[in-house]
């Protein structure tokens, strides 16, 4: 249902690797992509938008590569996602909208765009409270909500 793009994903296995090495080493994609197998040109794309994002930072020459800009506590998956794909939506209901009697009431046509927002805002949040250390740590911070059958 909720599926990451490979920027995503690819970002995500670098940052872990940033986060498991030591915080003031610079790490070159070729490491990263020695470590993982993701391909070298994509990644050093999306190290590129993270850097502009600032949750990177850079150095060039032969000690250069990349680094944690900020602490890995402080990064979310929120960010990272946000920062290489946008905020995900899960229905394209808005459209409805914006040509059905002339664009009033979005729910009136589409039923399921409020039980389907609240889902996607709930997935959200889990991403935005998730943070680089809990990942790298295995720890996930899901509400009981989540949990309950």
């Known amino acids: 249902m909720l599926k990451l793009t490979k920027r995503s994903e690819y970002g995500l296995v670098a940052l872990l690797h940033l986060t498991e090495s030591r915080a003031a080493e610079f ?8 470590s993982h197998p993701l391909p070298r040109r994509l990644v ?4 590129k938008d993270l850097h502009a994002a600032g949750l990177v930072s850079s150095r060039r020459g032969v000690l250069g590569g990349y680094s944690l800009a900020l602490s890995a ?21 808005e459209l409805v909208g914006t040509w059905a009697n ?29 943070t680089l250390q809990d990942l790298a740590q295995g720890r996930f911070r899901i509400s009981p909500s989540m949990t309950a059958s």
């Open 27 to 34: 790490v070159s994609v070729r490491e990263i992509c020695d």
């Open 44 to 47: 050093a794309e999306v190290l």
């Open 73 to 93: 506590e402080t990064i979310t998956l929120g960010d990272v996602v946000g920062a290489l794909e946008g905020k995900p939506t899960m229905t394209e209901c």
């Open 102 to 130: 002339g664009g009033t009431d979005v729910e009136a046509y589409c039923p399921i765009k409020n039980p389907l927002e609240r889902l996607r805002t709930g997935i959200w949040n889990l991403l935005a409270e998730t």
